[in-house]
T-cell receptor, first 113, second 112 residues
């Protein structure tokens, strides 16, 4: 158990819909990261927050947004969903930002039909 | 952007055999890390390397940070069935977690 909690574990929805994925980091970790994992693309970095502030942005679509709340949990919002958005979405956390030592949650599997 | 070329893509071995996989890049990295992902789980950090030439072990696992800073390898000795999974290399050019780049993984199958 990494200490990172993600909900929901599985989500099935239709194209055009909007979903919210939630992540609670390890106790004491200030950084939260979101990654997308699809079969042919590996782990793609989406966005990072540190202590409530956006810290770095990767290949995140404009239809996607995220935020980190004062209690340090984070939400990833995916809107106008397309079939190609079907993937595993991982949240990871770390104490700071100096190392690449991340602790990953078990992921949220999104299926868009 | 930076890309990591991880090879092989997949490996099928017998229990007890040694395994070697590597990761290369055209860019210089300041940090190399190796993660393992079990089926249905998130990646778990195995080894972190922060200095060129560094050789680090974690049980039966050994990883090295290449001297050129453009490559890293992971060896697993005397493989066992629970070594099954996908192994990812990851690198950072900024020495930090921002924009950590992951390879596409090596899928390891161990036959008992």
């Amino acid at each position: 158990d990494s200490g990172v909690t993600q909900t929901p574990k599985h989500l099935i929805t239709a194209t055009g819909q909007r979903v919210t994925l939630r992540c609670s980091p390890r106790s004491g970790d200030l950084s939260v990261y979101w990654y997308q994992q699809s079969l042919d693309q590996g782990l793609q970095f989406l966005i990072q927050y540190y202590n409530g502030e956006e810290r770095a942005k990767g290949n995140i679509l404009e239809r996607f947004s995220a935020q980190q709340f004062p209690d340090l949990h984070s939400e990833l919002n995916l809107s106008s969903l397309e079939l190609g958005d079907s993937a595993l979405y991982f949240c990871a956390s770390s104490v700071g930002t100096i190392t690449g030592e991340l602790f990953f949650g078990e992921g949220s599997r999104l299926t868009v039909l | 952007g930076q890309q990591l070329n991880q090879s092989p893509q997949s490996m099928f071995i017998q229990e007890g055999e040694d395994v070697s996989m590597n990761c290369t890049s055209s860019s210089i990295f300041n940090t190399w890390l190796w993660y393992k992902q079990d089926p249905g789980e998130g990646p778990v950090l195995l080894i972190a390397l922060y200095k060129a030439g560094e050789l680090t072990s974690n049980g039966r696992l050994t990883a090295q940070f290449g001297i050129t800073r453009k490559d890293s390898f992971l060896n697993i000795s005397a493989s066992i069935p629970s070594d099954v999974g996908i192994y990812f290399c990851a690198g950072s050019t900024q020495g930090g977690s921002e924009k950590l780049v992951f390879g596409k993984g090596t899928k390891l199958t161990v036959n008992p």
